[in-house]
Protein backbone atom coordinates (compact mmCIF):
# COMPACT_ATOMS: atom_id res chain seq x y z
CA UNK A 1 0.00 0.00 0.00
CA UNK A 2 1.29 3.36 -1.05
CA UNK A 3 1.50 5.94 1.88
CA UNK A 4 2.69 9.75 1.53
CA UNK A 5 3.60 11.85 4.76
CA UNK A 6 3.87 15.59 4.60
CA UNK A 7 6.91 16.62 7.20
CA UNK A 8 7.87 20.78 7.73
CA UNK A 9 7.43 23.39 10.26
CA UNK A 10 3.78 24.27 10.50
CA UNK A 11 4.26 28.39 11.01
CA UNK A 12 6.42 30.43 8.86
CA UNK A 13 7.13 34.13 9.22
CA UNK A 14 5.87 36.32 6.13
CA UNK A 15 8.62 37.12 3.27
CA UNK A 16 10.32 33.39 4.50
CA UNK A 17 10.52 30.82 2.83
CA UNK A 18 8.25 27.82 3.31
CA UNK A 19 9.31 24.40 3.10
CA UNK A 20 8.07 20.87 3.44
CA UNK A 21 8.86 17.35 2.38
CA UNK A 22 6.75 13.99 1.33
CA UNK A 23 8.09 11.04 2.58
CA UNK A 24 6.30 8.35 -0.02
CA UNK A 25 6.50 4.58 1.32
CA UNK A 26 5.32 1.00 -0.36
CA UNK A 27 5.95 2.06 -3.34
CA UNK A 28 8.54 2.75 -6.03
CA UNK A 29 8.90 6.46 -7.79
CA UNK A 30 9.89 5.88 -11.25
CA UNK A 31 6.69 6.75 -13.74
CA UNK A 32 4.88 9.22 -11.69
CA UNK A 33 4.15 12.69 -11.55
CA UNK A 34 4.87 13.87 -7.67
CA UNK A 35 2.62 16.62 -6.68
CA UNK A 36 1.64 19.41 -3.90
CA UNK A 37 -1.86 20.37 -4.29
CA UNK A 38 -2.64 23.09 -1.60
CA UNK A 39 -5.83 23.92 0.04
CA UNK A 40 -6.82 27.70 2.26
CA UNK A 41 -8.81 27.05 4.98
CA UNK A 42 -12.56 26.53 4.04
CA UNK A 43 -11.70 27.04 0.10
CA UNK A 44 -10.77 24.78 -2.21
CA UNK A 45 -7.90 22.92 -3.68
CA UNK A 46 -5.27 24.38 -5.64
CA UNK A 47 -2.56 22.43 -7.75
CA UNK A 48 1.07 23.63 -7.45
CA UNK A 49 3.20 21.36 -9.21
CA UNK A 50 4.70 18.69 -9.49
CA UNK A 51 8.77 16.49 -10.48
CA UNK A 52 8.77 13.63 -12.33
CA UNK A 53 10.98 11.04 -11.62
CA UNK A 54 13.23 12.05 -14.02
CA UNK A 55 13.51 15.26 -12.49
CA UNK A 56 11.43 17.31 -14.98
CA UNK A 57 9.05 19.70 -12.95
CA UNK A 58 6.23 21.93 -13.87
CA UNK A 59 4.25 24.49 -11.91
CA UNK A 60 1.22 26.72 -12.21
CA UNK A 61 1.68 30.15 -13.42
CA UNK A 62 0.35 31.52 -10.69
CA UNK A 63 3.19 30.45 -8.30
CA UNK A 64 6.15 29.59 -11.10
CA UNK A 65 8.60 32.64 -10.20
CA UNK A 66 8.49 31.35 -6.55
CA UNK A 67 8.23 27.64 -6.86
CA UNK A 68 10.34 24.54 -6.61
CA UNK A 69 10.04 21.18 -6.15
CA UNK A 70 12.74 18.59 -6.42
CA UNK A 71 12.87 14.80 -5.66
CA UNK A 72 15.51 12.47 -3.89
CA UNK A 73 14.81 9.14 -4.97
CA UNK A 74 17.79 7.90 -2.76
CA UNK A 75 15.47 9.06 -0.21
CA UNK A 76 11.79 8.10 -1.74
CA UNK A 77 11.06 11.26 -0.83
CA UNK A 78 10.30 14.55 -2.72
CA UNK A 79 10.09 18.49 -1.35
CA UNK A 80 8.52 22.01 -1.87
CA UNK A 81 9.96 25.53 -1.43
CA UNK A 82 8.20 28.81 -1.58
CA UNK A 83 10.10 31.54 -1.41
CA UNK A 84 9.12 35.18 -0.05
CA UNK A 85 5.81 33.68 1.69
CA UNK A 86 2.73 35.67 2.57
CA UNK A 87 -0.58 35.56 4.12
CA UNK A 88 -2.03 33.86 1.15
CA UNK A 89 -0.28 30.69 1.22
CA UNK A 90 -1.11 29.79 4.82
CA UNK A 91 -3.16 26.44 3.75
CA UNK A 92 -2.63 22.82 3.92
CA UNK A 93 -0.07 21.59 1.54
CA UNK A 94 -1.21 18.11 0.58
CA UNK A 95 1.56 16.12 -1.13
CA UNK A 96 0.02 13.08 -3.92
CA UNK A 97 0.88 10.40 -6.58
CA UNK A 98 0.03 11.70 -9.80
CA UNK A 99 -0.48 9.86 -13.12
CA UNK A 100 -2.12 11.45 -15.95
CA UNK A 101 -5.26 10.02 -15.20
CA UNK A 102 -5.45 12.09 -11.76
CA UNK A 103 -3.95 12.01 -8.12
CA UNK A 104 -4.75 8.27 -6.44
CA UNK A 105 -2.72 8.61 -3.44
CA UNK A 106 -2.86 11.50 -0.95
CA UNK A 107 -0.47 12.52 2.07
CA UNK A 108 -3.10 13.54 5.33
CA UNK A 109 -2.02 17.42 4.48
CA UNK A 110 0.22 19.64 6.66
CA UNK A 111 -1.08 23.08 7.72
CA UNK A 112 1.01 25.92 7.37
CA UNK A 113 0.79 29.35 8.70
CA UNK A 114 2.45 31.96 7.71
CA UNK A 115 2.10 35.03 10.20
CA UNK A 116 4.67 36.40 12.37
CA UNK B 1 -5.61 28.96 -16.37
CA UNK B 2 -9.09 29.50 -14.87
CA UNK B 3 -10.92 26.87 -12.72
CA UNK B 4 -12.83 24.59 -13.56
CA UNK B 5 -17.08 25.65 -12.60
CA UNK B 6 -18.91 23.63 -9.95
CA UNK B 7 -22.40 24.49 -8.09
CA UNK B 8 -21.27 25.22 -5.23
CA UNK B 9 -24.03 23.11 -3.20
CA UNK B 10 -26.43 20.50 -4.24
CA UNK B 11 -28.54 18.77 -1.77
CA UNK B 12 -30.99 15.16 -2.11
CA UNK B 13 -32.44 12.90 0.16
CA UNK B 14 -31.17 9.30 1.08
CA UNK B 15 -31.81 7.42 -2.01
CA UNK B 16 -32.06 9.92 -4.42
CA UNK B 17 -29.89 10.60 -7.17
CA UNK B 18 -27.37 13.44 -7.44
CA UNK B 19 -25.49 15.48 -10.08
CA UNK B 20 -22.64 18.10 -10.14
CA UNK B 21 -21.36 19.57 -13.15
CA UNK B 22 -17.96 20.46 -13.91
CA UNK B 23 -17.80 23.19 -16.60
CA UNK B 24 -14.58 23.55 -18.10
CA UNK B 25 -13.11 25.12 -21.74
CA UNK B 26 -11.93 23.17 -24.99
CA UNK B 27 -8.27 23.22 -23.64
CA UNK B 28 -9.01 21.30 -20.43
CA UNK B 29 -12.16 19.48 -20.23
CA UNK B 30 -13.13 19.12 -23.96
CA UNK B 31 -9.95 18.59 -25.19
CA UNK B 32 -8.68 15.21 -23.02
CA UNK B 33 -10.63 12.40 -21.08
CA UNK B 34 -7.90 12.60 -18.09
CA UNK B 35 -11.12 14.45 -15.78
CA UNK B 36 -11.09 12.97 -11.86
CA UNK B 37 -13.07 13.55 -9.40
CA UNK B 38 -12.46 13.92 -5.58
CA UNK B 39 -14.39 12.89 -2.47
CA UNK B 40 -13.46 14.95 0.54
CA UNK B 41 -14.92 14.79 4.47
CA UNK B 42 -14.21 17.36 6.54
CA UNK B 43 -10.77 17.45 8.10
CA UNK B 44 -9.53 14.66 5.60
CA UNK B 45 -7.86 14.08 2.63
CA UNK B 46 -9.26 14.27 -0.92
CA UNK B 47 -9.98 10.47 -2.36
CA UNK B 48 -10.02 9.41 -6.03
CA UNK B 49 -13.86 8.33 -6.84
CA UNK B 50 -13.65 8.57 -10.75
CA UNK B 51 -10.88 8.91 -12.99
CA UNK B 52 -10.42 9.61 -17.27
CA UNK B 53 -13.95 10.72 -16.88
CA UNK B 54 -16.17 7.60 -16.73
CA UNK B 55 -13.63 4.50 -14.51
CA UNK B 56 -14.31 3.74 -11.06
CA UNK B 57 -11.17 2.89 -8.92
CA UNK B 58 -12.12 -0.82 -7.35
CA UNK B 59 -12.37 0.33 -3.83
CA UNK B 60 -15.43 2.97 -4.93
CA UNK B 61 -19.02 2.28 -4.87
CA UNK B 62 -21.15 1.53 -7.93
CA UNK B 63 -23.11 4.11 -6.94
CA UNK B 64 -20.34 6.66 -8.37
CA UNK B 65 -20.65 7.36 -11.83
CA UNK B 66 -18.84 9.93 -14.91
CA UNK B 67 -19.71 11.18 -17.43
CA UNK B 68 -18.94 13.81 -19.94
CA UNK B 69 -19.99 15.80 -22.83
CA UNK B 70 -18.40 18.18 -25.10
CA UNK B 71 -16.49 20.89 -22.11
CA UNK B 72 -18.66 20.17 -19.34
CA UNK B 73 -18.31 16.59 -17.12
CA UNK B 74 -20.60 15.17 -14.72
CA UNK B 75 -20.30 13.23 -11.32
CA UNK B 76 -23.50 11.33 -10.19
CA UNK B 77 -24.14 9.70 -7.26
CA UNK B 78 -27.11 7.17 -6.80
CA UNK B 79 -28.98 5.99 -4.28
CA UNK B 80 -28.01 8.34 -1.66
CA UNK B 81 -26.34 7.92 1.87
CA UNK B 82 -25.27 9.69 4.95
CA UNK B 83 -21.79 9.00 4.48
CA UNK B 84 -21.87 10.54 0.81
CA UNK B 85 -22.11 13.92 2.60
CA UNK B 86 -19.08 15.48 1.53
CA UNK B 87 -17.34 18.54 -0.85
CA UNK B 88 -16.46 16.89 -4.30
CA UNK B 89 -13.97 18.51 -6.62
CA UNK B 90 -13.50 17.93 -10.38
CA UNK B 91 -9.47 18.17 -12.15
CA UNK B 92 -8.94 17.91 -15.62
CA UNK B 93 -5.55 17.80 -17.32
CA UNK B 94 -5.22 20.82 -19.09
CA UNK B 95 -2.27 19.78 -21.59
CA UNK B 96 1.32 21.40 -20.74
CA UNK B 97 1.23 19.23 -18.11
CA UNK B 98 -0.81 21.49 -16.35
CA UNK B 99 -3.61 20.65 -14.17
CA UNK B 100 -6.72 22.68 -13.04
CA UNK B 101 -9.41 21.83 -10.04
CA UNK B 102 -12.96 23.09 -9.79
CA UNK B 103 -13.79 25.24 -6.58
CA UNK B 104 -15.49 22.52 -5.35
CA UNK B 105 -19.18 21.26 -4.25
CA UNK B 106 -20.85 20.52 -1.03
CA UNK B 107 -23.10 17.99 -1.47
CA UNK B 108 -25.80 17.78 1.69
CA UNK B 109 -27.59 14.36 2.60
CA UNK B 110 -30.80 15.63 3.41
Known amino acids: QVQLQESGPGLVKPSETLSLTCKVSGGSMPTYYWTWIRQPPGKGLEWIGYVFHNGNTNSNASLKSRVTISLDTSRSEFSLRLTSASAADTAVYYC??????????WGQGSLVTVSS | QSALTQPASVSGSPGESVAISCAGT?????????VSWYQQHPGEAPQLVIYEATKRPSRVSNRFSGSKSGNTASLSISGLRAEDEADYYCCAYAGDYIWVFGGGTKLTVL
Open chain 2, 26 to 34: SSDVGAYDR
Open chain 1, 96 to 105: ARGRMMGFDY
